[in-house]
C-alpha cells in the first residue's frame, strides 16, 4: 500500500519568500503525480500533474519536481503571497490516489 | 474540464439515522468512483473504490454495512452512511475516473455532523 508523507507538517513564512515543500513516497511505480491546495473547509483545488515520464511542471509561480525512483517530489513556490495560505497535498497516482498529510501553509503579510 | 458535484454541500443529522451522499460525474462516464473521508486537520483517507455496476472495494477497516456504496450509473455513486454516529462526522469527498485515465477528478466535499 502506497504510503505519502510530506515535510514540514506546518510552514510559517513572511510574505514574498521562495519555499519548497517536500513530498515522499514508498511505491515508486505511479502514472503521475498530483499536488493540490486545500483551503479550509473546502474541497481540492488541482495545481500540478506530473507524468511519471516527466522531471517537472511549471505552473506560473509554481514548480513541481519529481523524481520517481527515489519516490520524491517537492514543490517550489516563488515569491509567496498572503492568498497562498492552504494546506497542500501530494498525491501519487497508480489506479487509485492515496495522500499525503499535507503542509499546512500561512504566508505573513 | 470534467466536472463533479456532489449533494448534498453539509448534511446535519441526528445519531441513529441514515444519511446518503450522492456523487455525479457531470460531463464524463464514470467508470470508477472513489470515496474518500477527511477528519478535522488530518489528510484524505480512501474509503472506497467502485466500479460501475460492480460492488465496491472497501479500504481494510471501513465497515462495507456501515458505509454502503451504489454505482448503479455511469454518472452517479452514492454513499450512505447508516445508523451514524458523532464520530462518523466527517468531510467526505468523492472523486471520479473514466476508463483507463491517468487521473482523478474531484468533488467538492460534503460535510456531515452527526449530533
Known amino acids: 500500500k502506497q504510503e505519502v508523507t510530506q515535510i514540514p507538517a506546518a510552514l510559517s513564512v513572511p510574505e514574498g519568500e521562495n519555499l519548497v515543500l517536500n513530498c515522499s513516497f514508498t511505491?515508486?511505480?505511479?502514472?503521475?503525480l498530483q499536488w493540490f491546495r486545500q483551503d479550509p473547509g473546502k474541497g481540492l483545488t488541482s495545481l500540478l500533474l506530473?507524468?511519471?515520464?516527466?522531471r517537472e511542471q511549471t505552473s506560473g509561480r509554481l514548480n513541481a519536481s519529481l523524481d520517481k525512483s527515489s519516490g520524491r517530489s517537492t514543490l517550489y513556490i516563488a515569491a509567496s503571497q498572503p492568498g497562498d495560505s492552504a494546506t497542500y497535498l501530494c498525491?501519487?497516482?497508480?489506479?487509485?490516489?492515496?495522500f499525503g498529510a499535507g503542509t499546512r501553509l500561512t504566508v505573513k503579510p | 474540464g470534467a466536472v463533479v458535484s456532489q449533494h448534498p454541500s453539509w448534511v446535519i443529522c441526528k445519531s441513529g439515522t441514515s444519511v446518503k451522499i450522492e456523487c455525479r460525474s457531470l460531463d464524463f462516464q464514470a467508470t470508477t468512483m472513489f470515496w474518500y473521508r477527511q477528519f478535522p486537520k488530518q489528510s484524505l483517507m480512501l474509503m472506497a473504490t467502485s466500479n460501475e455496476g460492480s460492488k465496491a472495494t472497501y479500504e481494510q477497516g471501513v465497515e462495507k454495512d456501515k458505509f454502503l456504496i451504489n454505482h448503479a450509473s455511469l454518472t452517479l455513486s452514492t454513499l450512505t452512511v447508516t445508523s451514524a454516529h458523532p464520530e462518523d462526522s466527517s468531510f467526505y469527498i468523492c472523486?471520479?475516473?473514466?476508463?483507463?485515465?491517468?487521473?482523478?477528478?474531484f468533488g467538492p466535499g460534503t460535510r456531515l455532523t452527526v449530533l
Open positions: 511505491d515508486s511505480a505511479i502514472y503521475n
Open positions: 498525491a501519487p497516482y497508480n489506479n487509485d490516489m492515496r
Open positions: 506530473i507524468q511519471s515520464s516527466q
Open positions: 472523486s471520479a475516473r473514466w476508463g483507463q485515465a491517468d487521473t482523478q477528478y
